[in-house]
């Protein structure tokens, strides 16, 4: 049996490839190398295409590996944040939540965006290890991810943003430099905490999972589509899946308890702290709060002996007869306790599932769209797809010389739910219909546009290598 070979070879960089991602459901591929080039392939002819934005100039189609003096257009700065690239952590984007409060500021450029065009990104803060989240368009900081409190977790190396759709909040997962993977919650709807003056500082995150599968650096992670588990590859052999937490209550806003049952003593016990006393009746505990002052005014008859009044180290302390009788009158009542609070601990907890592949330096990792295997980019110069459910090996994917630096998986389309109404030839009765485009577009344009349906259903696996080169694969 022969082994796989890739459909494609996509040449064209010059150094070695970094980034891969499959946008446009499947029509368009960027890839992205070590120059800071980035090339955008059409996938139907497997070519670089140049992009225009109304009447601004082209971006340039030259390849970098055809000349670095070519004058190339630069491409229009939008946005640009502070961030730390010590670590070459990549960032990461979701959707904005639907219960996040769009404010832009006044005279702001994005005054008019709707959530619909809000996005949020999550970058390696200029301390390295937290991470910074932003709104855009309007650059807004959300929230911050603080340090982890309860390890030394190093530099973050790799940071991914989920949905949780009950609570409507964000999940920030991050892997770190020690081999530590956390993943942190921030409830948007969460009102300023006391210490935060408003529209001055960023909310923080909340840590509700720490785990340490790995001894070497997390290069990569990623999740299953609905947000349940997530893997973590490293510069180890392991690769390891980790359970996503639901959030706890003392983390949520008010309104999300209430929404999801939660109890209202919400507040996190200290179990480092002894445990404190039972209340006592409101009356005994107004008494027993300022014991001196009842027994001075018991004291005021004789005030001249009382300072001068020797105690024997091994007599019994004196009693306060006032405090007594008072004490005494006031009718026995039934100590009511309080619900306890709501008690949370954060400890470092095992991954739900870990294998040793027995091959070190696993760079990148995603997650097909379906959520039913993975894939990973080593630097042994291969491609490895795992199930996701047990973990184990499925393909070996070989051909490039050197190592493999990146992976991306394509969307799986459903051939129904992708097809455009306008590109139908008949109706139900049988009918031809040819639409206003397709007869514009003639033969030739039919018959492209035939060949780009068939690109975007392919089952595509992307790998950019340190060779400089792009193989496409189609695998399961």
């Given at each position: 049996?022969?082994?796989?070979?890739?459909?494609?070879?996509?040449?064209?960089?010059?150094?070695?490839?970094?980034?891969?991602?499959?946008?446009?459901?499947?029509?368009?591929?960027?890839?992205?190398?070590?120059?800071?080039?980035?090339?955008?392939?059409?996938?139907?002819?497997?070519?670089?295409?140049?992009?225009?934005?109304?009447?601004?100039?082209?971006?340039?189609?030259?390849?970098?590996?055809?000349?670095?003096?070519?004058?190339?257009?630069?491409?229009?700065?939008?946005?640009?944040?502070?961030?730390?690239?010590?670590?070459?952590?990549?960032?990461?984007?979701?959707?904005?939540?639907?219960?996040?409060?769009?404010?832009?500021?006044?005279?702001?450029?994005?005054?008019?965006?709707?959530?619909?065009?809000?996005?949020?990104?999550?970058?390696?803060?200029?301390?390295?290890?937290?991470?910074?989240?932003?709104?855009?368009?309007?650059?807004?900081?959300?929230?911050?991810?603080?340090?982890?409190?309860?390890?030394?977790?190093?530099?973050?190396?790799?940071?991914?943003?989920?949905?949780?759709?009950?609570?409507?909040?964000?999940?920030?997962?991050?892997?770190?430099?020690?081999?530590?993977?956390?993943?942190?919650?921030?409830?948007?709807?969460?009102?300023?905490?006391?210490?935060?003056?408003?529209?001055?500082?960023?909310?923080?995150?909340?840590?509700?999972?720490?785990?340490?599968?790995?001894?070497?650096?997390?290069?990569?992670?990623?999740?299953?589509?609905?947000?349940?588990?997530?893997?973590?590859?490293?510069?180890?052999?392991?690769?390891?899946?980790?359970?996503?937490?639901?959030?706890?209550?003392?983390?949520?806003?008010?309104p999300n308890r209430a929404a999801l049952g939660?109890?209202?003593?919400?507040?996190?016990?200290?179990?480092?702290?002894?445990?404190?006393?039972?209340?006592?009746?409101?009356?005994?505990?107004?008494?027993?709060?300022?014991?001196?002052?009842?027994?001075?005014?018991?004291?005021?008859?004789?005030?001249?002996?009382?300072?001068?009044?020797?105690?024997?180290?091994?007599a019994e302390p004196p009693t306060s007869a006032?405090?007594?009788?008072?004490?005494?009158?006031?009718?026995?009542?039934?100590?009511?306790?309080?619900?306890?609070?709501?008690?949370?601990?954060?400890?470092?907890?095992?991954?739900?599932?870990?294998?040793?592949?027995?091959?070190?330096?696993?760079?990148?990792?995603?997650?097909?769209?379906?959520?039913?295997?993975?894939?990973?980019?080593?630097?042994?110069?291969?491609?490895?797809?795992?199930?996701?459910?047990?973990?184990?090996?499925?393909?070996?994917?070989?051909?490039?010389?050197?190592?493999?630096?990146?992976?991306?998986?394509?969307?799986?389309?459903?051939?129904?739910?992708?097809?455009?109404?306008?590109?139908?030839?008949?109706?139900?009765?049988?009918?031809?219909?040819?639409?206003?485009?397709?007869?514009?577009?003639?033969?030739?344009?039919?018959?492209?546009?035939?060949?780009?349906?068939?690109?975007?259903?392919?089952?595509?696996?992307?790998?950019?290598?340190?060779?400089?080169?792009?193989?496409?694969?189609?695998?399961?």
């Amino acid at each position: 049996m022969s082994a796989l070979q890739p459909s494609f070879v996509l040449r064209g960089h010059a150094t070695q490839i970094h980034s891969v991602q499959f946008v446009r459901q499947n029509t368009r591929l960027l890839t992205g190398d070590g120059d800071g080039y980035v090339v955008c392939w059409k996938l139907e002819s497997k070519r670089p295409v140049a992009l225009r934005i109304a009447d601004e100039p082209l971006l340039s189609a030259v390849l970098p590996a055809d000349g670095s003096t070519t004058h190339r257009p630069k491409p229009w700065l939008l946005h640009s944040l502070p961030v730390n690239t010590l670590n070459f952590c990549a960032f990461a984007v979701c959707s904005a939540p639907h219960g996040l409060n769009i404010e832009p500021a006044p005279g702001h450029a994005s005054a008019g965006a709707s959530l619909s065009e809000s996005i949020i990104v999550a970058v390696p803060a200029r301390d390295d290890k937290t991470i910074d989240v932003y709104q855009f368009p309007d650059e807004r900081l959300l929230c911050v991810v603080p340090r982890v409190q309860h390890a030394d977790t190093g530099m973050v190396m790799a940071v991914k943003l989920l949905h949780h759709s009950p609570s409507d909040g964000i999940y920030i997962i991050a892997g770190y430099e020690s081999g530590y993977t956390a993943v942190h919650f921030f409830d948007p709807r969460s009102p300023p905490q006391p210490h935060q003056a408003a529209s001055v500082m960023p909310d923080l995150a909340r840590t509700i999972y720490l785990s340490q599968p790995h001894t070497q650096p997390i290069l990569s992670l990623d999740a299953l589509p609905d947000a349940s588990v997530y893997f973590t590859s490293s510069a180890d052999a392991v690769i390891a899946a980790h359970r996503v937490p639901d959030p706890p209550p003392h983390v949520l806003s008010p309104p999300n308890r209430a929404a999801l049952g939660a109890p209202e003593s919400t507040k996190p016990v200290d179990h480092m702290s002894e445990s404190s006393p039972e209340p006592l009746p409101t009356e005994n505990r107004n008494l027993a709060a300022h014991p001196p002052v009842q027994e001075m005014q018991a004291a005021t008859a004789s005030p001249l002996t009382f300072s001068k009044q020797s105690v024997s180290p091994s007599a019994e302390p004196p009693t306060s007869a006032g405090l007594s009788l008072l004490l005494a009158s006031v009718p026995s009542q039934e100590t009511i306790k309080p619900a306890p609070p709501f008690s949370y601990t954060l400890s470092v907890q095992p991954p739900y599932k870990a294998t040793n592949t027995k091959h070190a330096g696993q760079q990148s990792l995603r997650v097909r769209s379906d959520g039913r295997i993975l894939a990973t980019a080593g630097w042994d110069s291969k491609v490895r797809v795992y199930s996701t459910k047990s973990l184990k090996e499925l393909a070996v994917l070989k051909w490039h010389a050197e190592g493999v630096y990146a992976v991306d998986f394509a969307q799986l389309l459903d051939p129904v739910a992708s097809h455009d109404p306008q590109t139908d030839l008949a109706d139900s009765e049988g009918k031809e219909l040819v639409s206003q485009n397709q007869t514009k577009l003639g033969g030739l344009g039919r018959l492209q546009q035939q060949r780009e349906e068939r690109a975007r259903l392919k089952h595509w696996v992307a790998a950019g290598a340190k060779d400089a080169k792009v193989s496409l694969w189609e695998v399961f």
